[in-house]
């Protein structure tokens, strides 16, 4: 849903950081690292001590690297496939430092078993959601679709997260946890689903194929 709004980031809010690293020889992969290294110590350091709108503004300092490394490349003219991978893969690192540091916060100050199970079980099975998908595309299938997109993830408990702290009202985060995991719950079965249809009709169209023919 939010990616919608990828064009605007990119093309009007972000453009000038994207000329700035551009024209200072920063390369689309080392701002992704900063990002990523931004946005685990944000939720890792400030998460853990209760300090939860402290982190939010910490992590939205660096989340939207995301969109930046990606615009750079494409203002470069570079296609890397090594920076697909890395982009990827520190997606995922990203991700859990956000929803680990929340697990962190309700193991200690926010003193609830309950919602560091939640918090957890985001984790995992946003991780999830995001392998179905590359799986499936590295099987030549498609895993597209479902309710929790990772935007939506990230924006979502970032936002509400930062809206509890500024009111007083930590109701907005706890449920935007089970929202979030009814979602990602949600997308995996959903994913599964879909991958299996095309495998199955994939599977028996090479028996077939494989058949000897009638005499």
Not at 45 to 60: H, I, M, Q
Not at 145 to 153: I, K, S, V
């Amino acid at each position: 849903m939010l990616e919608r709004f990828r064009g605007f980031w990119q093309g009007v809010v972000l453009m000038p950081f994207v000329r700035f690293f551009i024209r200072h020889g920063i390369s689309p992969d080392t701002v992704t690292f900063v990002g990523t290294v931004g946005v685990s110590t944000g939720a890792l350091v400030f998460f853990p001590r209760g300090e939860l709108l402290a982190g939010v503004l910490f992590v939205t300092a660096f989340v939207f690297s995301d969109l930046v490394d990606g615009k750079m490349a494409r203002e470069l003219g570079r296609s890397s496939t090594f920076g697909a991978f890395w982009d990827s893969t520190l997606d995922r690192i990203g991700d859990g430092a956000i929803f680990g540091g929340l697990a962190l916060y309700f193991a200690g100050p926010g003193d609830s078993t309950l919602y560091l199970c939640l918090s957890v079980y985001c984790l995992v099975m946003g991780s999830v959601t995001s392998y179905a998908r590359a799986k499936a595309e590295s099987l030549g299938l498609d895993a597209r679709g479902g309710l929790a997109e990772r935007a939506d993830r990230l924006v979502s408990i970032l936002v509400m997260t930062g809206l509890g702290a500024i009111f007083g009202l930590p109701i907005l985060m706890l449920v935007t946890l089970w929202a979030l995991a009814l979602a990602n719950t949600y997308t995996v079965v959903f994913r599964v689903l879909k991958v299996r249809r095309q495998a199955v009709a994939a599977d028996a169209a090479r028996d077939a194929a494989a058949a000897p023919a009638a005499p």
